[in-house]
Each structure stands twice: as structure tokens, then as C-alpha cells.
């Protein structure tokens, strides 16, 4: 879970353009940048010692060594050779809509998995076990990501809203307190109405969970824990698709610490709302 090249290829674009430069010399010649001083490194890009550290604290990385570990990493797996999100395009035939949609989406997860800090899951599932209240929000493909968690919260009996109108995300935030988390969803990390409510569950002392694409964004800088999804579909027109089952696959992941956390009582709430569903649609 620390892919060094899939770091700087999810991260690049969120980069300062001095800081880019330095991050595209990285990708195009990375066995080169493996034996390279720092200083050798700021001379070929034309740049500063410090603005190459800078990039690597942005993407994460506690400084250039750390950086030449994980693309060491990186090029002992090889991969970053594998072929990258494939596009739509006209005229495919069902065989190959199939074969590529699921090549995005499972790409899509292992290079989540490529920036997932597992120490940040961790933070996530104890403070959504301590929490009162869950608020999950999300606009437009991000909703459906909320209302997935909704769903899961539910079935453990965990009191959890999924909201993704903006009215009603403010009126709820109103009445957050320090003892309930907001689980903010959304790809970009900029959605204005997601940072809206954000604001407001912070004057009232709510912790917030972020769940972004990785990099620099407004939602990240604003949360208490960061969880990142891979960034790489930005290019494809078939948008939404590859990135929320990245998203999915994290709010898979928090149910199921969440439900691990309190075993027992999570066998015993899910047999019994299985039993109740299954009572009504057997009469």
C-alpha cells in the first residue's frame, strides 16, 4: 500500500506547476532518480532542494529518501507497467464494454489500495465506533456512495443519515455535536456544498471524515482523517464508474471494522433485520 509511482501519478495534478515538473521528471526517468542525490535531482529539473521536498510532503511522503523507497517498491513490482484506465470509445462490441469496465474498475481498486493509509482506516472505524451520530454526504455520484453506507449502518443498527440535498446537509450539521463524525464524500474534494456543511458541523465541534481522490484538496485540508480513492479516471468520459467503485470498496471497508469492532452485537442486528425482510416477502 505504498506504491511510490502510483502516488505521483494520482498526485501530479494537484501539484504546484513548479512541483509538477518535478514530478514528471520522476515519472519519465525513475531508475535514474533511484541513485540520484537531491541536489542532482534540483539540477536536472531546474529547480530547488527545498521545492522537491515540498512535492514529496504533498504527495505524502516524508521526504525524497522515503520517496526512492517507495519507488523502489514500485519498480520491484513492475506495477506501473500494467496497462492504465482504458477509454469509452465508438463501436465497441458487448464483449468489450464488459472486458473494459471491468478492467477500470478493478484497477480502480488496486490503485486506491496504492494510497490507502491504513492507519487513517483505523482512526476511521474507532472514531465512527465512538461516534453518537454518523452524517454521510454526497452530491450527485457521491450520494449514491452515502447512501450505500446508510445502508450498511442500518443493518447493525448504527445511527447513520445519508443526505445529498444541500438544505438538508446544513439543517442537519446544525445540530451536530463533539460527539458526532460526518463522513464527507466526494471525488474531487472541491464540492462547495459538502464544504458548506463541513464549516458548520466544525463550529459545532463534529469530527470529520474525508473521503477524496487522492492529493491536495479543500475537503482534505478541512477533515480530522483523510481517506483517499484512486484519482486516475479523471481522463476517461465514462466518469463515476471506475472512481465509485473505489469509493465503495472504502465504505466496505469501514462497515466491516465497524461490524468487526462489536462482533457479537453485529451477528445478532443482522439476523434479525435478515429475519424481519425475510418475513415480509415470504407472506
Given amino acids: 500500500m ?3 509511482m502510483e502516488k505521483i501519478r494520482q498526485g501530479i495534478s494537484t501539484l504546484k506547476p513548479s512541483e509538477q515538473k518535478v514530478a514528471q521528471y520522476i515519472i519519465e526517468n525513475y531508475e535514474k532518480v533511484l541513485t540520484m542525490p537531491i541536489a542532482k535531482l534540483a539540477k536536472e529539473c531546474n529547480t530547488s532542494e527545498p521545492t ?12 525524497f529518501r522515503d520517496l526512492k523507497l517507495s519507488i523502489s517498491a ?9 496497462d492504465r484506465y482504458k477509454d469509452l470509445s ?8 464488459t472486458n473494459f469496465v ?19 482506516v483505523e482512526k476511521a472505524v474507532n472514531l465512527l465506533n465512538h461516534s453518537r451520530r454518523i452524517l454521510a454526504i454526497g452530491v450527485g455520484a457521491s450520494a449514491i456512495v452515502a447512501l450505500d453506507f446508510e445502508q450498511k449502518c ?16 446544513l439543517t442537519s450539521a ?19 456544498e459538502i464544504m458548506d456543511t463541513i464549516k458548520i458541523a466544525k463550529q459545532n465541534n463534529a469530527k470529520i471524515i474525508s473521503l477524496t481522490s487522492f492529493g491536495n484538496n479543500s475537503i482534505q485540508k478541512m477533515a480530522d482523517i483523510n481517506l483517499f480513492a484512486s484519482s486516475q479516471e479523471e ?22 471494522g465497524l461490524a468487526s469492532m462489536n462482533y457479537e452485537q453485529s451477528v445478532e442486528y443482522l439476523d434479525r433485520t435478515r429475519e424481519a425482510i425475510d418475513t415480509i416477502f415470504q407472506k
Wanted: with cysteine.
Fill in 2 to 4: 505504498n506504491d511510490g
Fill in 102 to 120: 471491468s478492467h477500470n474498475n478493478l484497477l480502480s481498486i488496486e490503485d486506491t489500495l496504492s494510497v490507502l493509509d491504513v492507519r487513517e
Fill in 52 to 63: 522537491i521536498i515540498r512535492m514529496c510532503r504533498s504527495l505524502q511522503f516524508k521526504g
Fill in 74 to 82: 514500485s519498480v520491484y513490482n513492475k506495477k506501473f507497467e500494467i
Fill in 90 to 97: 465508438t463501436k465497441l462490441s458487448i464483449l468489450e464494454i
Fill in 235 to 256: 481522463s476517461i468520459r465514462s466518469s463515476a464508474t471506475a472512481s465509485r467503485i473505489a469509493q465503495l470498496n472504502i465504505i466496505d471497508i469501514l462497515y466491516t
Fill in 154 to 169: 442500518k443493518r447493525i443498527n448504527r445511527w447513520c443519515d445519508a443526505l445529498w440535498d444541500s438544505h438538508s446537509q
Fill in 174 to 192: 446544525v445540530h451536530l455535536t463533539a460527539n458526532d463524525t460526518v463522513l464527507a464524500i466526494s471525488y474531487s474534494g472541491e464540492t462547495k
